[in-house]
């Protein structure tokens, strides 16, 4: 697999309106995936997913992907989802989406969101069943089909 950065999206505060059919061409083609595919979010990341985004009316959910970064491979991008792309796909987790593009699923297909608070530290996780190694920052990591 080759990617550079994926999913990442500039801030836009201005509302542009989203196309409904490309929200449900995204929305069926995560739902044609098998269930072991899927990407899920557990309870306290919708929990925290739902206040992060209450009043922001432009975002549409979670923007999950990754980018080449650090001594193993590959880094998780986060952000607000704002628009649609042709190759997306949409994952419906009880009312909060989850938003890939095709590129970045294969490296994270099967994954699952969740909000860990240790101490002061307060950040969204990814349990990602795909990953092969992570560097002992824990800041990179690698993946089976990475080429």
């Not at 083609?29 to 985004?53: G, I, K, N, W």
């Not at 432009?58 to 980018?67: D, E, F, P, V």
């Not at 419906?92 to 699952?112: K, L, N, P, Y």
Request: glycine letters at 6%; hydrophobic letters at 35%; a negative charge.
């Amino acid at each position: 697999m080759t990617a550079d950065v994926h999913s990442a999206q500039p801030v836009n505060d201005t509302a542009t309106p989203v196309d409904p059919e490309r929200i449900e061409a995204a929305k069926a083609r995560a739902a044609a995936l098998p269930a072991d595919q899927q990407l899920s979010m557990t309870d306290a990341a919708r929990e925290h997913l739902d206040r992060t985004f209450a009043g922001d009316e432009t975002a549409l959910g979670l923007r999950l992907g990754i980018k080449k970064s650090g001594c193993s491979g590959f880094a998780y991008v986060m952000d607000a989802a704002r628009e649609i792309q042709d190759d997306d796909l949409w994952f419906d987790c009880d009312g909060q989406a989850i938003i890939t593009d095709e590129a970045s699923f294969h490296a994270i297909h099967g994954s699952t969101l969740d909000y860990k608070v240790e101490g002061l530290t307060r950040m969204l996780h990814v349990d990602n069943p795909n990953v092969e190694d992570s560097c002992g920052c824990g800041e990179s990591f690698t993946v089976r089909d990475a080429d």
